[in-house]
């Protein structure tokens, strides 16, 4: 079974600073992906970035960056310039493949941005 | 393009009566998954189809809830009877091709 783990519960950070989320993950599969989803205080859930496990490259979405280490199984989720609607709780996510594409979350990270 | 639709957005009932969460996912979307959340637990799966196939409802916590997909444009979710432990907020999402796209939840009080 896979498992996340995000160990960091609260961050505070300053506005425009960069802040790295961190996550873990524990699987036995060789192909898998690795998404991060934030969810502001109205309670919607917002894809923000993906990973496939044989992407060589760390993916990047704008202001959002993905530090992927396969052999740490570290899939850290790094924002750069940081803004006050950065503001929200942030989930890792793995997904397996082989025909299912479930999602497992991890307990998220609630980041406050300051101004 | 709409997105993942779910009804009602929140629902206050009475311990013991019957609850029914609806989901319109993204069309051409093949798989539709059920998620709850609470604080404690965190996202849950619950279970997830394929082309309106339930392919894995070991995360259904007990027989008090069933989960229907009758057509590729319609789900629902239904705990029959509810109780207070119940309360959370559930969500609705619908993937092609792995990027999952999350209704915007049902938030459930049982009381």
């Known amino acids: 079974a896979q498992k996340i783990t995000q160990t960091q519960p609260g961050m505070f950070v300053q506005e425009k600073e960069a802040v790295t989320l961190d996550c873990t993950y524990d699987?036995?599969?060789?192909?898998?992906?690795l998404f991060w989803y934030k969810q502001p205080s109205s309670g919607e859930m917002i894809f923000l970035i993906y990973?496939?496990?044989?992407?060589?490259q760390n993916a990047t979405e704008g202001r959002y960056s993905l530090n992927f280490q396969k052999a740490r199984k570290s899939a850290n989720l790094v924002i750069s310039a940081s803004q006050l609607g950065d503001s929200a709780m942030y989930f890792c996510?793995?997904?397996?493949?082989?025909?299912?594409?479930?999602?497992?979350f991890g307990q998220g990270t609630r980041l406050t941005i300051n101004p | 393009d709409a997105g993942v639709i779910q009804s009602p957005r929140h629902e206050v009932t009475e311990m013991g009566q019957e609850v029914t969460l609806r989901c319109k996912p993204i069309?051409?979307?093949?798989?539709l998954f059920w998620y709850r959340q609470t604080m404690m637990r965190g996202l849950e799966l619950l279970i997830y189809?394929?082309?309106?196939?339930?392919?894995?409802d070991s995360g259904m916590p007990e027989d008090r809830f069933s989960a229907k997909m009758p057509n590729a444009s319609f789900s629902t979710l239904k705990i029959q009877p509810s109780e207070p432990r119940d309360s959370a907020v559930y969500f609705c999402?619908?993937?092609?091709?792995?990027?999952?796209?999350f209704g915007e939840g049902s938030r459930l009080t049982v009381l």
């Open positions: 999402a619908s993937s092609l091709l792995g990027e999952l796209f």
């Open positions: 699987t036995s599969d060789q192909s898998y992906g």
């Open positions: 189809f394929n082309n309106n196939v339930p392919i894995d």
């Open positions: 069309s051409g979307h093949d798989y």
């Open positions: 996510a793995v997904s397996i493949f082989q025909g299912a594409q479930k999602l497992v």
């Open positions: 990973q496939g496990s044989y992407d060589e």
